[in-house]
């Protein structure tokens, strides 16, 4: 089946880049001239995807505006004979179609994706955590699509990770069956002591609809909140699930150090950019 529509969890606080999020949605932090979100809105028009719906909540209306048309702005930037900033203006608003759903209360990654059960009609659909970045020459999502049309099934993006690194993560368990692919086994979210594997998950997501009734028969996990891949586990006792190790290097923007290195490594990519970021960070004499 046709996978057409993504799911965007953007409710969270943001308490990790308090202050700076008190009155800005995280998802609109620039990495480089772009807010966060945006990298992961391209990723997902680039891989095909037609409709994306973004989980909001209180304080998130810049992200609507974001991804609107600007009358004003755009008859300034026309005015003033700015093509290529009206060109890309353009292109931000007219990248996909979006739909937004607000989450009432914040009951955790699992309850945001629950919330979507209506708008997304019983069909597979993608899911993308805006705080992982990937930097790809063939877009995560794109790759993971290529694994859900061999598999038709649930297929969840890893990566491996140092072992004392897996308390951040939900960590997987999996019978390798191809090249970068597993057939997961077990699933734990954050796990203090033994994680199952190295594998851990990063946040792009095929999901299957049956997920949805498996998220209704799960109750509040780590954090208290209602996790993600405690329904997946519950899933895999009906379903095949597979994990895939993406090719691409991933950012956790979420992250203040990963939100730093984000930003160099896309600004060194930057033409304009390169070469006096180059100089200065030579200049730091680290
Ligand atoms: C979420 C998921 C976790 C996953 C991570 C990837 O956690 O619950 O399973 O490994 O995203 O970024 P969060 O980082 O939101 O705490």
Known sequence: MHIKKAVFPAAGFGTRFLPATKAIPKEMLPLVDKPL???????????GLEEIIIVTGMGKTAIEDHFD???????????????????MMEEVSGLVHFAYTRQ???????HAIGITKNLINDEPFAVFLGDDII???VPAMKQMLDVYARHKSSVLAVQRVARSQAHKYG??????????????????????????SDLAIIGRYILTPGIFSALERTTPGSGGEIQLTDALKTLAKDEEIYAYEFEGRRYDAGDKLGFIQANISFALKRPELKKELKRFLKSLKL
């Open 135 to 137: 930097d790809a020459k």
């Open 104 to 110: 009432k209360k914040p009951l955790g990654l699992g």
């Open 171 to 196: 960590m997987i368990k999996g019978e390798k069956v191809g090249p970068r692919v597993w057939r997961v086994t077990d699933l734990v979210e954050k796990p203090k002591l033994n994680p199952p």
């Open 37 to 47: 979100i945006q990298y992961a809105v391209e990723e997902a028009k680039l891989s």
């Open 69 to 87: 048309t600007s009358f004003e702005l755009e008859i300034l930037l026309k005015e003033r004979g700015k093509k290529e900033l009206l060109k």
